[in-house]
């Protein structure tokens, strides 16, 4: 093998150091610093990412904060509303429920005062009848007349006292 020649081992250690030097100076000086300038970059960058990310994550929150409290606000309305439209339909009831109340009352009294009249009409008529009744029944138990006015007082004590 020819690299273990021993008259061709002093310049192939010389080509070898001269060649290390070489690659050595070209990675220091150009393709280190590149590759530095891109790792710092990329870290910039996936800084630059995060703290966007970060942000985007507050505004998230503060969207959702605010939407929830939108949507607590609208349900709170929602609820004055149907309480208020219950306490108007209530007053409402209850105002319909008095004005029947009231007609009720007022045809109660009507028909009241219609009964009454009626019971008046009947009663005289009963005394009448009854005041014809006493005087044909008195006549015929005694085979006399008797005078109306008697028969009518007699009538009228009879009714004071059934009431």
Known sequence: MPQFWMEDFAPQMLWLVISFVALYLLMARVALPRVADVLESRSDRI??????????????ETVIAEYEAALAEARAEAQATLAQH???????????NAEVAERLAAEAN???ERIA?????????????????A??????LI??????????????AAMREAG
């Open 47 to 60: 800084a630059d990412d995060l703290d966007q990310a970060e942000q985007l994550k507050q505004q998230a």
């Open 86 to 96: 219950a306490a108007e339909a209530a007053a409402a009831a209850e105002q319909r």
């Open 110 to 112: 009507a028909a009241a």
């Open 117 to 133: 009249a009626a019971k008046n009409e009947a009663l005289a008529e009963l005394r009448g009848v009854a005041a014809e009744l």
């Open 135 to 140: 005087q044909a029944a008195a006549e015929r």
């Open 143 to 156: 085979d006399a007349e008797v005078p109306s006015a008697t028969v009518e007082q007699a009538v009228d």
